[in-house]
Structure formats: C-alpha cells, structure tokens
T-cell receptor, first 122, second 115 residues
C-alpha cells in the first residue's frame, strides 16, 4: 500500500512553545488529509480535515487558532500546535486519502495512516 | 449519539482459538463503509478489512472476516486461529459517503492472546 510519513515521531517541548508536525504522502498525491488525536487507551478523535489549497475544516470543539493546519501541496500537510500546554500532550496521527478508482456507486478511496507523533509538553 | 460502538473494552482469547470483536453502528446514509484497524503498542494503524454497505457478501482477508449484519447494523470482526502477535487494540470505524472520506472510530477493544 501507499506510504504516509510523519515527522517527528516524538517531540518533547516546554509549555508555551509551538510545535509543528509534518504529514507526507510519499508515493501518491493526497488532496485530502486528516488529523486525529489519541489519548492513552482511548480512541482516535478526528480533529480536522485538511484539503490542499483551501482552509481546513475543523471538528466541533477543536480550536482552530490553537491547532493550525496547512496543506500547501498535494503531498504535505502540517499541524502546528501553538502555545502548547501539558494538556495538549497526546498522540497525533495523520491519514491521507488516495482515490484508486470508481465502480458504480462506490469510489474506492483508500486511506493510509502515518505512524503517529507522540507530543509531550512539559 | 454514538455512531460507532464497541462494547468490549478488553477481550482475552487462547492462542489458536477464534475470537469475535463486536461493533455496532448508526447511520442514515445508505452508502457507507465499515473498517477494522489493528493498533499495536507502537501506535501505527494497520488496516485489516473493509465492508461496503452495498456489498452482498461478508468480507474476508486471510484470518480476518467481517460478520456484516446490515439490518442489525453490526459489523463484528472474527479472527480465526489467534496468534500471540494479534494482541493489540482493535478499532472499528465507519465512513459515510455524505461525510467525504473521514472516519469515525469506535472506542476500541484491547485483545490479549494467551499462550
């Protein structure tokens, strides 16, 4: 399957600093990427949908000014956690959609996940 | 209302036995897809199996099969011949056509395979 990378895999930062996480589709173009957040032993919660060349669509309850998303190219989306605080410590996972074709009513959109970024804010 | 429900926070299974992980869903969209993912302790999301709402037959992928009961809105994952490496978190997810490609995940089930 297609490969999605995330960088960095782990980051530790001080409270009040900003952290940028990159999500790249390595061998395909992704017009749509998603950002998820996962606390320990919990499910993945969708934070926002990132569309190339347009503003991200945030889920209800997600602060758009705190979690800045930029999707400047078809292979790169970035999530910047601004003025990070300890409660922002979490596992952040991105995913990218590759449309592989259509058949009848279904379009086959395969979604590939990055390996995740573990953020720790001290 | 919860769209995807996994009611088993934790499950144990003996090695080489089969196990069923439950998943129910709620949607009014006639076109949707159901997914199962495995997440080991490393955190990566591993795609296991997919079932489309219009698929007539239950999906199978190797040792994984999906027991799709559309009228009951359930999509249980069956793992046959469990292996120690199957110990992980398992997530059921749904994608509704009207919502584009975004996935909504269930709470997850932690599966432990005993030797």
């Amino acid at each position: 399957g297609a490969v999605v990378s995330q960088h960095p895999s782990r980051v530790i930062c001080k409270s009040g600093t900003s952290v940028k996480i990159e999500c790249r589709s390595l061998d395909f173009q992704a017009t749509t990427m998603f950002w998820y957040r996962q606390f320990p032993k919990q499910s993945l919660m969708l934070m926002a949908t990132s569309n190339e060349g347009s503003k991200a669509t945030y889920e209800q309850g997600v602060e758009k000014d705190k979690f800045l998303i930029n999707h400047a190219s078809l292979t790169l989306s970035t999530l910047t956690v601004t003025s990070a605080h300890p409660e922002d410590s979490s596992f952040y996972i991105c995913s990218a959609i590759q449309t592989t074709g259509t058949s009848g009513r279904e379009s086959y959109n395969e979604q590939f996940f990055g390996p995740g970024t573990r953020l720790t804010v001290l | 209302a919860q769209k995807i429900t996994q009611t088993q926070p934790g499950m144990f299974v003996q090695e080489k036995e089969a196990v069923t992980l439950d998943c129910t869903y709620d949607t009014s969209d006639p076109s949707y897809g159901l997914f199962w993912y495995k997440q080991p302790s490393s955190g990566e999301m591993i795609f296991l199996i997919y079932q489309g709402s219009y698929d007539q037959q239950n999906a199978t992928e190797g040792r994984y099969s999906l027991n799709f009961q559309k009228a009951r809105k359930s999509a249980n994952l069956v793992i046959s011949a469990s292996q120690l490496g199957d110990s992980a978190m398992y997530f059921c997810a749904m994608r509704e056509r009207a919502q584009g490609g975004k996935l909504i995940f269930g709470q997850g089930t932690e599966l432990s395979v005993k030797p």
